[in-house]
């Protein structure tokens, strides 16, 4: 078994509806969860996770974030920001910064060493961050010139061929790219040959069909990435949803069958989405209800 350090890597956020985010709970319940501001919006991370194989010398992502890919009239549309500074919608032509690339620059870690990059579903703002920023000339590259890509396979067949009701959400120009790149791997089991044994999959379909939560264990800790499954402390109440999810009550169903695993083996949740929280440990209150526990805004060189 090999040693794990991990680190949470913030990327840019997005403000989007705060009703769209809990889809079957009233404003009045989650404003005071996520304050709005005046256009409804709630502000969210697109958080990563770097994890670095010390026995193996390898160094993981998890997630690439929502980057900076869109058209400037998109970066406003979709309420693109950067963590703690104002919005991207006076950014004209030019080439606003890709806010993970600089903070994995801050601990070292330049694009070309990347090993591999665990994608849990392949929607903007989860796969965005693989591709350069947007130019007003010019094709979009990828930013991890030698990682390879793990993608659930049957989420990428969602991907290729989307309903309409979520076509907008992918982005075929990386689909393009990563198909030419050879970097492909589809995951269709427990496992990645890439990863190794500490390294298993589980796969859910209430959010997108094959969403895929990777669950690392290492010597002395668990963590598991919730993706969309779970996108942060509020949504561990197991009724909350979002108007993004495809199949509400099955997402319901799955969700509550990994807090139980979580609380039984006390595995920490990975959260991608929440502003405050990028990791947490979940227990079962008085009245039988999920609760995180242990909550930490950010991950600094966690052991595992």
């Not at 985010?21 to 697109?46: F, H, K, Q």
């Not at 010390?54 to 992502?61: E, H, N, V």
């Not at 990682?147 to 659930?152: F, M, S, T």
Request: hydrophobic residues 40%; aromatic residues 8%.
């Amino acid at each position: 078994m090999s040693s794990y350090i991990l680190h949470s890597i913030e990327g840019n956020r997005q403000r989007l509806d705060g009703g769209s985010m809990y889809g079957n709970v009233p404003r009045t319940m989650w404003a005071p969860w996520s304050p709005p501001d005046g256009e409804n919006r709630i502000e969210l991370a697109c958080r990563t996770f770097l994890i670095e194989d010390l026995g193996r010398d390898l160094r993981i992502l998890l997630e690439a974030g929502i980057g900076v890919f869109f058209h400037p009239k998109k970066l406003a549309r979709f309420g693109v920001i950067e963590p703690g500074g104002p919005g991207l919608e006076g950014v004209g032509e030019g080439r606003p910064e890709h806010v993970l690339l600089k903070n994995l620059a801050a601990l070292g870690v330049a694009p070309d060493a990347i090993d591999v990059v665990v994608l849990s579903h392949l929607h903007f703002d989860h796969a965005g961050g693989l591709l350069t920023p947007y130019r007003a000339e010019g094709s979009y590259e990828l930013v991890f010139p030698h990682a390879r890509v793990l993608v659930g396979r049957r989420h990428w067949e969602r991907a290729k061929v989307p309903h309409q009701r979520d076509r907008v959400s992918f982005v075929p120009e990386l689909l393009r790219l990563l198909e030419e790149s050879g970097r492909l791997e589809l995951v269709d089991g427990e496992s990645s040959p890439t990863l190794g044994d500490d390294f298993s999959f589980t796969f859910s379909d209430g959010h997108t069909p094959g969403l895929m939560l990777t669950e690392l264990r290492g010597g002395s800790r668990a963590v598991v990435f919730c993706g969309d499954l779970i996108p942060g402390c509020p949504w561990i109440h197991v009724p909350v949803t979002m108007g993004y999810d495809r199949f509400p009550e099955l997402l319901v169903d799955e969700k509550e069958q990994l807090l139980r695993r979580c609380v039984a083996l006390r595995t920490r949740l990975l959260f991608t989405h929440d502003p405050s929280c990028a990791m947490c440990r979940v227990e079962i209150d008085e009245r039988g209800r999920f609760v995180a526990v242990e909550g930490q805004a950010a991950v600094k060189g966690l052991e595992l």
